[in-house]
């Protein structure tokens, strides 16, 4: 089996002064890609600009004997997507690959939860994907090729106390992923989906941040939180490298990339798809109230479970269900 190669392909990686980003430009980068290292170098909740982290990833990645652009536009607006994607046009004439990876966290308690809080997390999160993906869109339909890899997270699929904004502006990510997915697949696009775990910067706040505030309190007072406690998470942290994330980034942004619309969890070497089922259910043409408590076992019922790839397969799921 031959490795894996770029050559030819130009990569926007958001967010990439830092963190996850830097060692997806990274790999990218030294598996021939010219890379946009995007990044405004502000704090982890997204406060301040500073051009440094991109310009010295860029440089890194130079002297590792890779070809990079360094951008400091901000994802969270249309004129700074359209500007991150301008720049690759400008620096390399193409854009083959958009990672959408930059972001930040304003966490809270959903009852101290508000809208200066929801607002900057979507900006970055949810919208800066669309912002920056939608000029790419253009260029890739007109070439008729392209990959975009999406930054979701547990706390959008799965759910984590304190981050209804974050989780939100995740779970967003997941329709966007699907619907691109298909609007992609008659130009040569796939849009998939990544949910790393690695330490970071951000999951260092996450891990010890919350542990000294009242909603930190209320998490481990919480008999439903994961059973992996924070003092269990932090023996483990060593191993949860951001290069071990990046593999499996880089393999979704390839040509060779199977799939679209689909999600993939991944940290410390560990790779694993998260995918939608739909469990079989009950039908009853005259549905009442006490028929759902009735069968709400049968509806719930895992066994036979399907993957509906989009929702004409679900519909069609329903036709045969109803037709008995
Ligand atoms: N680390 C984890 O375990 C984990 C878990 C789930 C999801 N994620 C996601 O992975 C991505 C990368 O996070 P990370 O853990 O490397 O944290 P990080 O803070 O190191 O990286 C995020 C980067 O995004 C940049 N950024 C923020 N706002 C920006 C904007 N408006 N425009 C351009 N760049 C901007 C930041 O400057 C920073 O360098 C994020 O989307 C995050 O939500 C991380």
Not at 216 to 240: C, H, I, K, Y
């Amino acid at each position: 089996m031959t490795d894996l190669g770029f050559d030819g392909r130009v990569a926007v990686v958001t967010g990439a002064g830092g963190g996850l980003g830097r060692e997806y430009a990274r790999l990218l980068a030294s598996r021939g890609a010219r890379v946009v290292v995007n990044d405004t170098g502000g704090s982890t909740a997204g406060e301040g600009v500073d051009q440094g982290p991109a310009e010295s990833v860029a440089r890194e990645i130079r002297d590792e004997g890779g070809e990079a652009w360094a951008d400091t536009n901000s994802v969270a607006t249309p004129e700074g997507g359209q500007a991150v994607i301008r720049s690759a046009l400008d620096a390399y004439g193409r854009v083959d690959i958009v990672v959408n990876n930059a972001g930040i966290l304003c966490d809270a308690p959903f009852h101290d939860m508000t809208a200066e809080l929801l607002e900057p997390v979507f900006d970055v999160h949810l919208k800066g994907a669309f912002f920056v993906t939608r000029p790419a869109w253009n260029v890739m339909r007109e070439q008729g090729y392209g990959r975009v890899v999406n930054t979701i997270s547990a706390a959008g699929v799965l759910g984590t106390a304190n981050k209804s904004n974050y989780g939100a502006a995740k779970a967003g990510l997941v329709g966007l992923t699907r619907v691109l997915a298909a609007e992609g697949t008659t130009h040569g696009i796939k849009v998939n989906a990544v949910a790393p775990i690695a330490l970071t910067r951000m999951l260092t706040q996450s891990l010890t941040k919350p542990e000294a505030t009242k909603a930190g309190a209320e998490q481990r007072a919480d008999p439903t939180r994961n059973a992996m406690t924070v003092e269990r998470m932090t023996s483990f942290v060593d191993r949860l490298d951001p290069a071990l994330v990046a593999p499996a980034v880089a393999y979704l942004a390839h040509e060779e990339c199977p799939v679209s619309g689909e999600m993939y969890t991944v940290g410390a070497g560990h790779v694993a798809r998260y995918f939608i089922g739909r469990t079989n259910g009950y039908f009853n043409p005259d549905l009442s109230m006490e028929d759902v408590r009735d069968h709400f076992a049968e509806i719930r019922e895992e066994s036979g479970y399907t993957v509906p790839r989009g929702s004409g397969e679900e519909i069609s799921q329903l036709f045969r269900a109803a037709s008995g």
